[in-house]
């Protein structure tokens, strides 16, 4: 029997669940090759550790593991390869973009295909609350926390399982179990898994993250009477939920039916929640709740705010940089987060512009990205992207930091510079994540 030859677009995450769930194994497919794109926030393919998915991790038929290529040279591999089909594998992109890159793909000869949730989410032993959203940057942590919170207050054993970002050693990422600051250290995690993690862990919420999430799940559910699934950009489940929220923004209304898959999650939500809304506009608010109501009428709305505080002396009349969570800004294309919304509100004297004072990869992302105001992303996925982080403070030379992103900023940047932390918590404003756990009690064994 022939095999069918496969090709994963991806960017370090969904492609290799995807890979794990739907092919590992099979026989009647082989896949040949991962494509990697630079835009999700990985850096370059000759900056990744690993240009294979390990055979370890690949299991019998993959000897040599499976190579990690460019997906600029996606034409070239289908060519070379032999490719039948080429499957879609990454998130928080316009439905547009998914096309174009199927279009590429039927241009070359091949199939393009989607991996749909009855074939990639995995059943646990376990009841599971998903948090999900309908793009980077929603405010899907601090969902999973208040959620994680809630049941800790209730006495019920929880393990948060935070999608992938595995981007080192990915066989000693298999499984990845955090509990204390010293385990982010000893991993030698990114700043973007610090920005997803620290907070949990602060709060005593053990996570477990990495690249397998079956062998994952068989490990939280032996020590966990509750899974909180905390999702990355606006990513599928990959377990199968037993109450499923999601998260939308509505400072980006209408973005909840233009991205993929954000919009898929918006269609098979229970509650969607509409964040941020004490600093958005009505007009924006009101665009999401009837797209909710049109696309997923059964899914019930939850109105929320997003209540951030910081250290008001701190900023008050200073000169301030603002650094603010990278993926949000990045692809998830807001021009601005927290932190600048904490500057104003307590009262800065100036916004310092970041961009003529970055360095090395900070400048290509001010190029690349132009819709920046006046804020810089705290992009480090590699120390050399720690200091030119570092070095662009150096440079701009503010009073003090205001520090947006999620995660203790001073723990990594060596600076004398002031870092002033902004805080934001989810402050729901009629159904509370505590009546969602009432009214689901049973399913969720409480």
Request: glycine share 6%.
């Amino acid at each position: 029997m022939s095999q069918t030859r496969i090709v994963i677009m991806g960017a370090a995450g969904r492609d290799f669940h995807d890979f794990n769930t739907a092919f590992r194994g099979d026989e009647r497919f082989e896949v040949v090759a991962f494509t990697h794109t630079g835009t999700q926030n990985i850096g370059e393919l000759d900056e990744l550790p690993n240009r294979h998915y390990p055979s370890e991790l690949a299991g019998e038929g993959y000897p040599e593991g499976i190579p990690i290529r460019a997906e600029s040279e996606l034409e070239t591999i289908i060519d070379e390869e032999d490719v039948d089909t080429v499957v879609f594998s990454y998130s928080d992109v316009s439905h547009e973009h998914v096309m174009h890159q199927a279009s590429r793909v039927l241009a070359a000869g091949a199939d393009f295909r989607l991996i749909g949730p009855d074939r990639m989410m995995l059943h646990a032993e376990v009841p599971v609350v998903a948090v999900d959203a309908v793009r980077t940057g929603c405010g899907k942590s601090q969902t999973a926390r208040k959620f994680a919170d809630l049941l800790l207050e209730r006495g019920t054993d929880v393990a948060v399982v935070r999608e992938p970002m595995p981007y080192g050693d990915l066989v000693a990422q298999r499984v990845q179990r955090f509990e204390s600051m010293d385990d982010l250290d000893e991993s030698h995690v990114t700043i973007e898994e610090r920005e997803e993690y620290e907070s949990h862990i602060e709060r005593g919420h053990v996570v477990y993250a990495g690249v397998d999430y079956e062998a994952i799940l068989d490990r939280a559910q032996t020590e966990a009477e509750i899974i909180v699934w905390d999702g990355g950009n606006n990513e599928l489940p990959f377990y199968v939920p037993d109450i499923h929220v999601v998260v939308a923004d509505p400072h980006r209304a209408g973005s909840e039916l233009r991205y993929h898959p954000g919009e898929t999650n918006l269609r098979l939500a229970d509650y969607v929640l509409i964040n941020k809304e004490n600093t958005a506009d009505v007009a924006g608010i009101r665009e999401v709740e009837a797209n909710v109501r049109q696309t997923n009428p059964d899914a019930e709305l939850i109105h929320a705010n997003s209540t951030i505080t910081a250290d008001r002396n701190a900023i008050a009349e200073k000169r301030v940089l603002v650094v603010e969570d990278g993926p949000t800004l990045t692809h998830g294309d807001a021009s601005s987060g927290a932190g600048l919304i904490a500057a104003r509100k307590y009262g800065a004297a100036e916004i310092v512009d970041p961009a003529p004072a970055a360095v090395g990869s900070l400048q290509r992302i001010f190029e690349e990205y132009n819709h920046l105001d006046r804020v810089v992303p705290a992009m480090g996925y590699s120390d050399a992207q720690i200091r030119d982080l570092e070095a662009t403070i150096q440079n701009a030379a503010p009073d003090v930091v205001v520090s947006g992103t999620p995660h203790d900023l001073g723990r990594l940047i060596d600076t004398e510079i002031p870092i002033v932390r902004v805080r934001y918590e989810l402050e729901e404003k009629d159904v509370t994540l505590d009546t969602v756990l009432d009214r689901h009690a049973q399913a969720l064994n409480l």
